[in-house]
């Protein structure tokens, strides 16, 4: 196994669970109903970019099925992109969603954590978000941060590409510090139109991550999935070394010039997974969580249903 997996302790256990898990650990829930009860478009159905082109860990037909399913079934035409970014393709669309790309063909293979994007296509992208474009960019733990920095950068997030852990903020059934809860009683979940919602039976009160990276926004964004002071990035390359992840994040929302960015460090949060023999819930199938209605609200606020 690759540098990224030689864990011991906890780390392995975010491993096994996370979303940087061995492929055969986790499927997308079979059970989970991606129903919507108010569809946010009935018509004039905005296009939504959905890339595998870059050896994305999600897709819209494996991992990321129950993510693809609600918004479809939120009014969302969703097309499956297997090309480079351009400005020509990029401008048929509304949204554009990157899930966990790659460097290389595996998480586990050298260079994984290589930029998955060129800077040719860097630039299309913030080109194209400048313009009026919307981007949802997800990008987890160790190795998805690096393949996802290059993008990252060109609006001004900075990733920690490490492992997050914060076992003051997390849930008693989970076992595991990296599952982080956010909520308005704890004070995590921060006010902001995606948090929201368009009333009050879309306001969020309470999200699970499941192990991803810390974020850090440019000034004027916003972090409505904030960290606590006690949080912790555990960051490679080996001897893993802890660095406070205190001020960051894990979901920042930027408005970037006409356009509007949404950037995620954990994406098992947005999946709906079964992982491991105990067939353990990972994402918005886990129970007592609102973690499918900010799917929801994030994909409204990029739209610009929410300001």
Not at 173 to 202: M, Q, V
Not at 254 to 270: H, N, P, S, T, Y
């Amino acid at each position: 196994m690759s540098r990224f997996f030689r864990r011991t302790g906890w780390c392995l256990a975010l491993v096994l669970l996370g979303a940087a898990s061995i492929s055969a650990q986790q499927i997308a829930d079979p059970e989970f109903k991606a129903h919507v009860e108010r569809p946010a478009f009935n018509k004039g159905y905005p296009r939504v970019l959905f890339d595998e082109a870059h050896n994305n860990f999600h897709t819209t037909t494996g991992r990321y099925k129950p993510f693809a399913d609600l918004i479809v079934n939120d009014g969302y035409q969703v097309i499956t992109g297997r090309k480079a970014f351009v400005k020509p393709t990029l401008d048929t669309f509304k949204i554009l969603i990157i899930a966990n790309a790659l460097g290389a063909e595996d998480v586990d293979d050298e260079g994984a954590d290589h930029s998955a994007f060129t800077d040719e296509e860097c630039d299309a992208v913030r080109d194209w978000v400048r313009s009026g474009g919307a981007l949802l960019l997800i990008a987890d733990n160790a190795p998805f941060g690096g393949a996802a920095e290059n993008l990252a950068k060109r609006f001004g997030v900075e990733m920690s590409k490490g492992f997050t852990r914060d076992p003051t903020h997390t849930v008693a059934e989970a076992n595991n510090p990296g599952f982080i809860l956010f909520s308005r009683e704890n004070g995590l979940l921060l006010d902001h139109p995606i948090t929201a919602g368009r009333d009050d039976s879309e306001k969020i009160n309470r999200v699970l991550t499941f192990t991803g990276q810390s974020l850090k926004g440019p000034e004027g964004s916003t972090a409505f999935l904030k960290l606590s002071d006690g949080a912790v990035d555990e960051v490679p390359p080996e001897p893993l070394k802890d660095v406070s992840a205190a001020g960051r994040a894990q979901g920042i929302a930027i408005k970037f010039g006409k356009g509007r960015v949404v950037v995620l460090g954990d994406a098992a949060m947005l999946s709906a997974q079964i992982a491991g023999r105990e067939r353990r819930p990972l994402g918005m199938n886990w129970p007592g969580t609102d973690n499918r209605q900010l799917a929801l609200n994030i994909m409204h606020w990029l739209t610009g249903l929410l300001k």
